[in-house]
Each structure stands twice: as C-alpha cells, then as structure tokens.
C-alpha cells in the first residue's frame, strides 16, 4: 500500500516562496511508469493539478502555473517536494500529493480526482502577511 505524506509551513507571506514535501512510504519513487503529483484545491474551487516528477526525473508542469513552479526529488529520502514562487493570496489552496502511473496521466493532469490513484491527506497553505 503507498502512503504519501504532506508536509511544510501553513502560512506564507505574499512574494515568497512555497515549499512543500512529500513523502512517500510503501512505493519508491523510482518505480517504472509511477508519476508524483502535486494538486491544490482553493476554497470553493475544485481540484487543479500543478505537475509532476515522473519515475525517471523528468518533469512536466501545468502551462498556467509553469513559470513559478519547480518539482524536484531526494531518492534516498523517498521524497519530492513542490517550490511555486511569488505567491499571491490566490495560492491558499489544500495542496495535495499523489501518485499515479502512466495509464492515468491524462485523468491526473487534466481532471484530477481522489479516486485515482494514492493520495496523501493534504496541507493547507495560507498566503496572507
């Protein structure tokens, strides 16, 4: 069974940077065709898929949010974590991570639901001063 875990500060200011890492038990990282995500939901919104890492590093992001977002990942730790820069109040959102494999891509990144695949229980982040 893979558990994927949430962690990182509750709050951050406008303008700086949001980090959040996963980490996940049960499954490793480096497994063929397993994809790591990073998904948000704001409040009164529905859920808004922001990238992956996928099992061989590589990469791919959301085009509306490609340009403050990074995924990067600790193999020996089991770990990925999320970097979206210059956040605005309108990034407070419970953020999520989650695996899926390559069958559920499409579904993951454009209409990502809790059914597919793992999930971690979320974190909420606030952007407020």
């Known amino acids: 069974q893979v558990m994927l875990q949430e962690s990182g500060p509750g709050l951050v200011k406008p303008s700086e940077t949001l980090s959040l890492t996963c980490t996940v038990s049960?499954?490793?990282?480096?497994?063929?065709?397993?994809?790591w995500n990073w998904i948000r939901q704001p409040p009164g919104k529905g859920l808004e898929w922001i990238g992956y890492?996928?099992?061989?590093?590589?990469?791919y992001y959301s085009p509306s949010l490609k340009s403050r977002t990074s995924i990067s990942r600790d193999t020996s730790k089991n770990q990925f974590t999320l970097h979206l820069n210059s956040v605005t109040p309108e990034d407070s959102a419970v953020y999520y991570c989650?695996?899926?494999?390559?069958?559920?891509?499409?579904?993951?990144?454009?209409?990502?639901?809790?059914?597919?695949?793992?999930w971690g229980q979320g974190t909420q982040v606030t952007v407020s001063s």
């Open positions: 890492i996928g099992y061989s590093g590589g990469t």
């Open positions: 989650a695996r899926s494999q390559f069958s559920q891509i499409r579904t993951m990144t454009s209409s990502p639901t809790k059914t597919t695949g793992y």
């Open positions: 049960g499954g490793s990282l480096t497994t063929y065709s397993s994809y």
